[in-house]
């Protein structure tokens, strides 16, 4: 990270250590706070001791030369790349949706982030074309766009005709930041992977042991994935599904870069996780099929599939092409949750073109499920309203409604999830987000449904525990929690802790014998 230059602002890297209790106590949330004062610090929790923390200043003061007559050049990037960029990572090329005119490479340019705003028919989004050429002037039409949003400065890798030509790279080296983190690009590329606390300690609590065979039914970006197969040191099983190609084909990339050879990708909806004996998709039916747990993938006509850029070997790849017909006819023809972000996503589509939103290529294998009681342990770190992420710089489409549509969407999958773990396996549920609908009102929905559920211990155990009780809504909609005792076996992370970690919920339930369900 020195090598990596001043713009990092890397000072004072001081590794301290610390003999780690046996036991995490009253006081580890003060033995952790008590080492802030580094710029980078081991975990001082028992079991992760190959963690470190990586500390952040901010929010920093910039002056960005504007002077009314001469505005300095300008990149406004999308939401998510500024969430990044807060968070220490430099501008990529995708998420860049407009810049000045004139943008040579080497220009220093200041860089502000564009947020959805409302739209006269009721939703929201960005009232602009990527490509589009930023005045610099407050008579600029898209100067409400960013006025106030600026994040910092940073040195252009590309000209404005390269940043919209090409389709991926840096385009912007970030080097003076409203908050400033260390960027670890290129930094102990496949020994190290930037992930947050209750998302390493919601793998940790799945307990994964070599051997076994495990399914992350929602693994998308990867972190939960390869955290789970580096615990079961790379041997046995792990099934990463994720219904977006794209985002099957960063799974692979991750497991690659990282080594990691037991761990398997499908394209797969996790609402249609099971598969039944007979072939058809089963979303209701709890069945309990010991003997067998084959998997069974999409075929091709055009010949066997390449691994592409996969760690591990696909195996099975010939067969027809009607599938593909049945696949379109069963969509037209079942009820499926479109979530706002996906409605966003196919506008902006439509107003921009297929340009950045084509394949990024690759090819991926297809599953057409997985057969009830065919896995050892399944993590559902369930799609939701993400309230818990930090930064977080929108949240304005979010009504009770939509909070309640999570939480039915959720309940679907953990149908799902339900079926395909084994009597005596593990299932655990996780969300990143603060919403008591999404969190304790499922587990009570879990623990009430399947009585062969119950809830387990967590180790480590630092998050706080969950809420009890009952909301009752003004239209009369009545959301029940948690009941006295079971608090204590659900980890739940509030941003505002000591711990300042993002909002989190972790809830671990051992599956017992379903033989009469």
């Not at 501008?91 to 220009?107: F, K, L, N, T």
């Not at 739209?119 to 490509?131: E, Q, V």
């Not at 389709?167 to 080296?173: K, L, W």
């Not at 879990?446 to 525990?465: C, E, M, V």
């Amino acid at each position: 990270m020195r090598k990596s230059g001043p713009q990092n602002d890397v000072v004072g890297i001081n590794w301290k250590e610390n003999k780690a209790s046996n036991d995490i106590d009253l006081d580890m949330v003060e033995k952790q706070s008590s080492l802030q004062n580094e710029s980078i610090t081991k975990c001082q929790i028992p079991g992760l001791e190959y963690v470190v923390f990586v500390k952040g200043s901010g929010p920093h003061e910039i002056d960005y030369g504007y002077l009314p007559d001469k505005p300095p050049k300008e990149v406004l990037v999308s939401r998510k790349c500024a969430e990044a960029v807060l968070r220490g990572a430099q501008v990529y090329v995708p998420g860049i949706m407009a810049c000045s005119s004139h943008v040579e490479e080497g220009d220093l340019v200041a860089v502000s982030v564009a947020v959805e705003q409302p739209f006269p028919d009721g939703g929201w989004g960005l009232g602009i074309t990527r490509g589009t050429v930023l005045q610099g002037l407050p008579t600029d039409p898209y100067h409400f766009e960013r006025n106030g949003l600026y994040i910092g400065q940073g040195t252009t890798m590309l000209s404005r005709a390269g940043i919209f030509r090409a389709s991926q790279g840096i385009a912007v080296d970030m080097n003076n930041r409203v908050f400033k983190l260390p960027s670890f690009y290129d930094v102990l590329e496949g020994e190290i992977f930037l992930q947050n606390l209750p998302s390493i300690i919601a793998a940790h609590a799945l307990d994964p042991q070599k051997g076994e065979r495990i399914l992350d039914m929602c693994a998308a970006p990867g972190g939960k994935t390869t955290a789970i197969a580096i615990l079961m040191k790379d041997e046995g099983e792990v099934i990463a599904a994720d219904r977006s190609h794209n985002k099957v084909i960063d799974i692979q990339k991750l497991a690659a870069e990282l080594g990691l050879t037991c761990i398997t990708t499908y394209k797969l909806d996790a609402l249609k996780a099971v598969r039944k004996r007979n072939g058809s998709s089963d979303t209701t039916t709890l069945c309990c099929n010991k003997d067998n747990n084959d998997v069974v993938n999409q075929r091709s006509d055009s010949g066997p599939l390449g691994n592409g850029v996969s760690s591990t070997t696909i195996v099975g790849s010939n067969a027809d092409t009607t599938f593909k017909e049945n696949v379109s006819n069963e969509k037209a023809n079942e009820r499926t949750y479109t979530s706002k972000a996906d409605i966003r996503k196919n506008t902006r589509r439509m107003r921009n073109g297929p340009g950045r939103n084509q394949s990024l290529g690759g090819r991926v294998e297809n599953s057409k499920g997985f057969l009830p009681n065919s896995f050892d342990r399944v993590l559902l770190d369930a799609p939701c309203s993400a309230l818990g992420l930090r930064p977080r710089l929108f949240a304005g489409e979010e009504t009770i409604e939509s909070l309640r549509n999570h939480g039915k969407y959720q309940r679907r999958m953990f149908d799902q999830a339900v079926q395909l773990v084994r009597p005596g396996g593990v299932l655990v549920y996780s969300t990143c987000t603060i919403n008591p609908g999404e969190n304790e009102a499922l587990v009570r929905y879990a623990l009430d449904t399947y009585k062969f559920l119950s809830l387990a211990p967590q180790h480590p155990r630092i998050g706080g525990a969950g809420l009890v009780g009952r909301c009752e809504f003004p239209d009369g909609y009545v959301e029940e929690w948690l009941k006295p005792g079971e608090e204590e076996l659900v980890q739940r992370f509030d941003p505002s802790s000591q711990l300042d970690t993002i909002g989190f919920f972790i809830a671990k339930f051992a599956v017992g014998p379903k033989d009469n369900i």
